[in-house]
């Protein structure tokens, strides 16, 4: 039965995979024939201050979406979980940045941050037109807002759902002993979303180390070196300057953070154990 | 009641999440599968610009000989130039390689991926412009023959801006810089730029470059030799550029402009800015985009000002100096052949200079003086002629000029040293280490 979608995994996944690690010990410029070259790629590519920054703002970027999307869509969430019309509506507006595709959502972006024609200009309020995308300081933090505001919709949605499993009887008996909101969100909701947050913060993790298209529409990189992230880079290496050798080595390396990550975010949280939450009920 | 909201709900992540994954799966671009399938010829062409009149040309041939028809595949420029490269690697490039000469073709000949064209050229390159047509050869063999217009950077100002400033179009550099001066006091960006693209910041180091120095500057550093981006030329081109930068001259914001929406030509034409030094490529957008200003005379043209006591010539040009057809050499013979004579009767004949000139664009062939002045609107296509056909050298943008990786290795640097992140010092050592 699993035959077919392991040929697949196989050929799609695993082949390529040891591909790219076979060539991350060759240097290859993409014309001529690969040529062997040990671990020479790997010394000169972990010394690249170009790499080492792109591997200290890839951190900065996984941590600082995590911290910025989490706690958003959880409240999020848990608020459009509620059953009010207005709730309804809104939630049908948080939902819009989730139809739009990621370079469709940078050109628009990059237009509305112009600091001549933007929104700034637009609106009539100087304080919009800043050097947002062209100042090295300010460029990252503008990624990451841009970032947040394309997945926070649907990591709401996930916690909406997982809010609206929770029996509501929980509730009443809280409410009979007398929790408030606030202690009713924290000893209630909080445990009970427990999977839904690791759920998200597992994708949310892992989609902030391999992100790429909105950064590279956005702003490519720049300015300087200022997002350039390690997926960006290792494009721009395989691609731009074609050193196929050393783009394989950052490749194998965000395989292997990535693989680590998610696994010890399963057996930290004890995911894989999946017992139930909901005893007595 | 409930438990019906809850499948719903489920069903609503379960849809929107499989949404998610597939719109991630189809981010990839797949262009069709590769034109080398089959003998007879196939070409990858761009769309856009001229594409009218290049399928013109495939039109044409076709007709003619029915038996060899182009199997001819459009890409869009960014997808192709990611494409080929791969594409010619593996063997499958299609018949005819479209380029821009430079870094890669040098490659492709090393690699034995493009053939000599030979007599198949000779009689086009006795009618081609000479600099323009320097550029396909490799080592004296001629691997790619110009395709299509000639594009030069010049300088474009408002004339408007001008005007309310006092300021005259400067001829050299203390001049320019005198005007980035008074340009600032009236309140307008003296210079547009558009850095958030990179790429047109090249422009300033290799004009300023070329004024200082001349061309055999830059010849040093593609020649490979030690230390050749620490020559005096280049070392005073960046401290001017970040005398340009210290001064005001782009003004507070240019990391945010992108030239791809024409946020620099839009400051010129709009009149926030006065000047901005692009190539000929934008001039159908200020048409486009301000076609009163460009009637009533308000859009002026002007080559790079001079730098005193430079040894380089004033009449120099950078820029694109043309696209150019290569014949791939994993080709089969017939397609070979038939590509080969492709480019001795269709490429730049008379009928595709008169497609060209009509849409406004000028074709690296001597002797259309008469030709140029018959058009509607002849004055921009007779400067940008003028330019080209005066120049004593007409230099490839660097960035196609040199190997991919040095050009990444030049972009990176070359955008620092605009931000002010390193000095010109700073830019000639890294840039010195690539060599």
């Known amino acids: 039965m699993a035959g077919p979608a392991l040929a697949l995994f196989g050929v799609f996944a695993v082949v390529p995979l040891l591909g790219v690690v076979v060539l ?71 939902f819009l940045p989730l139809l739009f595709s990621a370079a469709a959502v940078a050109i628009a972006y990059r237009a509305l941050l112009d600091p001549n024609f ?3 200009t637009a609106l009539g309020i100087p304080w919009l037109s800043q050097d947002w995308i062209g100042d090295p300081d300010l460029a990252l933090w503008v990624v990451l807002f841009v970032i947040g505001w394309c997945f926070v919709p649907f990591h709401s949605l996930l916690y909406q759902g997982g809010v609206r499993q929770i029996p509501r009887s929980m509730y009443e008996a809280a409410l009979l002993d007398g929790a408030g909101r606030v202690q009713q969100f924290l000893h209630i909701t909080l445990p009970q979303l427990k999977y839904t947050i690791i759920t998200s913060s597992t994708l949310m993790i892992v989609g902030s180390l391999t992100y790429f298209d909105l950064i590279f529409v956005l702003t490519n990189g720049g300015p300087g070196n200022a997002t350039r992230i390690l997926p ?3 494009y721009l290496t395989g691609f731009r300057s074609y050193d196929m050798g050393k783009a394989s080595v950052i490749a194998v390396v965000l395989v292997v953070v990535g693989l680590t990550v998610s696994l010890l975010l399963n057996r930290l949280s004890g995911a894989n154990k999946m017992e139930s939450q909901m005893e007595g009920l | 009641m409930r438990l019906r909201i809850g499948r719903r709900t489920g069903a609503v992540v379960a849809t929107v999440t499989a949404a998610a994954l597939l719109a991630a799966c189809g981010g990839g671009k797949q262009p069709g599968g590769a034109a080398a399938g089959g003998d007879g010829p196939s070409a990858w062409a761009l769309t856009g610009g001229t594409e ?97 217009h000639t594009q030069p950077v010049v300088m474009y100002h408002n004339k408007e801006v001008l005007d309310a400033a006092g300021v005259d179009v400067p001829t050299t550099y203390d001049e320019l810089l005198d005007a980035v001066g008074t340009l600032q006091d009236e309140g307008v960006t003296p210079i547009a730029l558009a850095g958030q693209s990179v790429w047109p910041e090249l422009m300033w180091i290799q ?3 070329d004024r200082i120095g001349g061309p055999e500057v830059f010849q040093a550093v593609l020649d490979g030799e030690e230390g050749a981006w620490s020559d005096p030329a280049i070392v005073e081109a960046t401290t001017k550029i970040r005398e340009l930068v210290d001064a005001g001259a782009f003004g507070d914001s240019f990391g945010s402009v992108n030239a791809d929406q024409n946020a620099d030509t839009a400051l010129v034409h709009t009149g926030k800015a006065a000047f901005v030094l692009q190539g000929s490529w934008v001039y159908p957008n200020f048409l486009e985009a301000a076609p009163e200003l460009v009637e009533s005379g308000g859009l002026g043209y002007t080559t790079f000002p001079a730098v005193e006591g430079g040894a380089g010539d004033p009449a120099n040009i950078v820029g694109n100096p043309s696209n150019f ?43 259309l003086e008469d030709k140029i002045a018959a058009q509607a609107d002849s004055d921009h296509p007779s400067f940008v002629y003028g330019l080209v056909r005066d120049a004593p050298h007409f230099q490839l943008s660097w960035d196609q000029a040199l190997p991919p990786a040095q050009a990444q290795e030049l972009l990176d640097n070359l955008s620092q040293l605009f931000l002010g992140q390193i000095d010109p010092q700073q830019f000639s050592d890294a840039m010195d280490a690539t060599l």
Not at chain 1, 25 to 48: E, K, Q
Not at chain 1, 53 to 60: D, E, G, I, P
């Open chain 1, 24 to 94: 991350s010990f060759m240097s290859w410029d993409g014309l001529g024939d690969p040529v062997w070259a040990g671990i020479d790629n790997w010394g000169r590519t972990l010394a690249d201050p170009v790499t080492q920054n792109a591997m200290r703002l890839t951190v900065v970027v996984t941590v600082v979406s995590w911290l910025f999307q989490a706690p958003v869509s959880l409240l999020l969430g848990v608020f459009m979980a509620g059953r009010q019309r207005y709730r309804a509506v809104l939630s049908v507006l948080y």
């Open chain 1, 118 to 120: 933007g929104l700034g």
């Open chain 1, 232 to 234: 960006l880079d290792m």
């Open chain 2, 52 to 148: 009218e009149v290049f399928r013109a040309q495939f039109d044409a041939w076709d007709a003619e000989h029915p038996d060899q028809e182009f199997s001819v595949e459009w890409f869009a420029n960014d997808a192709y130039k990611e494409k080929i490269r791969t594409a010619v690697g593996a063997g499958n490039s299609p018949t005819l390689i479209y380029g821009w000469s430079g870094g890669t073709l040098a490659d492709y000949a090393a690699n034995g991926k493009v053939v000599d064209l030979g007599d198949s050229v000779t009689e086009l390159n006795e009618r081609l412009i000479p600099s323009v047509a320097a550029n396909g050869e490799v080592d004296g063999t001629t691997y790619a023959v110009p395709n299509t």
């Open chain 2, 207 to 209: 004009y300023l470059t």
């Open chain 2, 325 to 367: 057809w290569s014949v791939s050499a994993d080709a089969s013979e017939d397609a070979q052949t038939a590509a080969k004579e492709f480019i001795s009767t269709e490429v730049l004949s008379d009928d595709v200079v008169d497609d060209l000139l009509e849409i406004g664009a000028v074709p690296p062939i001597t002797g």
